[in-house]
């Protein structure tokens, strides 16, 4: 994704009140944090109107005293200018592997 695009979707999140609920999920899980890189992709097949956010840190998170997540994801859904739902996958190697395939992960 280049940097106009990503910029773009910042925007459609920071805008939505959706979009805002979904940082308040990552935030609570603590995978808003300096040592938690984020990259975007979106889908091929539906453009910017589908976009997934993977945000992985340096260690496990997550809420539960149980069991912690190396990985989060979060797939925004868009219609227009708005976003209109998004979807939490949490990842955990190798009890819980990613639904999606990155593009990253296809290579190897």
């Not at 496990?60 to 925004?76: D, H, K, P, Q, W």
């Not at 739902?85 to 949490?90: C, L, T």
């Amino acid at each position: 994704m280049t940097a106009e695009e990503e910029e773009r979707v910042w925007q459609y999140i920071l805008n939505s009140p959706v979009g805002i609920a979904a940082l308040n999920q990552l935030a609570i899980e603590d995978f808003i944090a300096p040592d938690c890189p984020k990259t975007f992709y979106l889908n091929e097949e539906y453009g910017d109107f589908q976009t997934l956010l993977q945000i992985k840190c340096s260690t496990a998170r997550g809420v539960s005293i149980a069991l912690n997540y190396e990985e989060m994801r979060v797939i925004f859904n868009r219609f227009e200018d708005n976003i209109e739902s998004f979807e939490v996958e949490r990842i955990s190697m190798p009890d819980k592997p990613p639904s999606i395939r990155l593009s990253e992960q296809l290579s190897q």
